[in-house]
């Protein structure tokens, strides 16, 4: 993989020398997509995920407290890093998101169960106006998923359906929206819950949300969230506390939905 500038952070939720892409002839790519990889300890995959980003891809691997040396393996093989001492899944993607600056940005998780190429026809999506925040559903291989988290992710799609009305089967990690439009909604929350906060305030404000199907293989190394029942009970946890917030919210009007990438789409929240 073509080495990019790397950047360090300080903690405080900006990058201290974000990276930069070369478009002149000849050179890298201009980015146009910041693909966030919240890390913690995932030294043997790190490699790989950052070998499979498309051209125009640049990665934010957000440092989450590494032991093993994971921050320093993604700097020397080219990504931006970012350091964010508070633990927890939302504070990591956080910080990736506010360092960010391309148009587009992306979430991944790092443990090389999702391929980051799976997302160009997620960018496409939005480019073309046809969506505003488009979600992995994960098809999952053998082995891939452990029996209780996807048990729990069916029971939760069918509560967001209902809720919602958008015909969501997976609140999967890997999504693509454009920057500017995620850092409108304002997401608080710092955990496990800031996946589900992200889909319910876009609803709320109209956003038209689409899901692409996606490959799901067995993650490399150990889950720090569904690969335990610990994990999985403190996400759901997490996750309630979210659609109890999001049952005083009044209905979607579609006044705080991003403006810019093409026409409207035929039907808000339809499957492509």
Same mark, same amino acid.
């Given at each position: ?34 693909? !966030?990889?919240? +890390?913690?300890?995932?030294? &043997?995959?790190? @490699?790989?995920? $950052? #070998? ?5 891809? %640049? *990665? ?44 587009? !940005?992306?979430? +991944?998780?790092?443990?090389? &169960?999702?391929? @980051?190429?799976? $997302? #160009? ?5 939005? %480019? *073309? ?144």
């Amino acid at each position: 993989m073509e080495k990019k500038q790397s950047s360090s952070h300080d903690g405080t939720g900006t990058a201290s020398a974000p990276c930069t892409a070369d478009d002149d002839a000849g050179g890298a790519p201009a980015v146009l997509v910041d693909v !966030v990889l919240p +890390c913690l300890n995932e030294l &043997s995959a790190l @490699p790989h995920v $950052l #070998a499979a980003l498309p051209p125009g891809y %640049r *990665a934010i691997v957000v440092d989450n407290g590494c032991t093993d040396g994971s921050g320093k393996l993604a700097a020397s093989l080219g990504a931006a890093v970012v350091h964010e001492p508070r633990r927890g899944f939302g504070a990591a993607a956080h910080a990736g998101l506010v360092a960010a600056t391309a148009e587009f !940005v992306a979430f +991944c998780d790092c443990d090389g &169960s999702l391929d @980051p190429a799976q $997302l #160009a026809p997620m960018l496409e999506l939005v %480019r *073309a106006g046809r969506a505003d925040l488009v979600l992995g559903a994960r098809r999952p291989a053998r082995g891939a998923w452990p029996v209780h988290a996807r048990l729990a992710n069916i029971v939760l799609s069918r509560r967001l359906r209902r809720l919602t009305g958008i015909p969501v089967t997976d609140l999967g990690p890997l999504r693509l929206a454009r920057r500017t439009a995620l850092l409108g909604l304002d997401l608080t929350d710092r955990r496990s819950g800031y996946p589900l906060e992200m889909f319910l305030k876009a609803h709320r404000d109209g956003w038209r949300v689409a899901e692409v199907p996606v490959a799901y293989a067995p993650r490399l190394g150990k889950s720090k969230v569904t690969g335990t029942m610990r994990g999985t009970l403190t996400a759901l946890k997490d996750m309630r506390a979210q659609l109890a917030a999001a049952s005083r919210w009044a209905p979607a009007t579609g006044a705080g939905r991003p403006t810019a990438g093409g026409p409207p789409a035929e039907a808000r929240g339809a499957t492509p």
